[in-house]
């Protein structure tokens, strides 16, 4: 439940309105689903692994790389979580 106010007509003006998201859609049998962070952790792999051994990015750079250009913080996340499996 979100509540917007109208800020011309004050705080009396202030009305909820539901968002309720579109109704999951189940896969069929067999089917898996990758969400969508899964797919940008790999992408984020595979662009760090891409670099070359003795060369440096930015986490911004590996991003923006892997698509994602404003997911710099997943990046650097991603990085510290690894365990030291990443370079």
Do not use: E, W
Request: glycine share 8%; hydrophobic share 40%; charged share 15%.
């Amino acid at each position: 439940m979100l509540f917007f106010a109208d800020h011309r007509q004050g705080a009396a003006a202030c009305r909820a309105v539901s968002i309720n998201p579109p109704a999951a859609r189940r896969p069929s049998a067999g089917c898996s689903v990758v969400p969508p962070s899964a797919r940008r952790d790999a992408a984020f792999r595979k662009t760090i692994l891409q670099i070359p051994r003795g060369k440096v990015a930015t986490y911004g750079q590996v991003a923006a790389a892997a698509g994602y250009p404003l997911y710099h913080r997943h990046v650097a996340q991603l990085l510290s979580k690894s365990g030291g499996r990443l370079p």
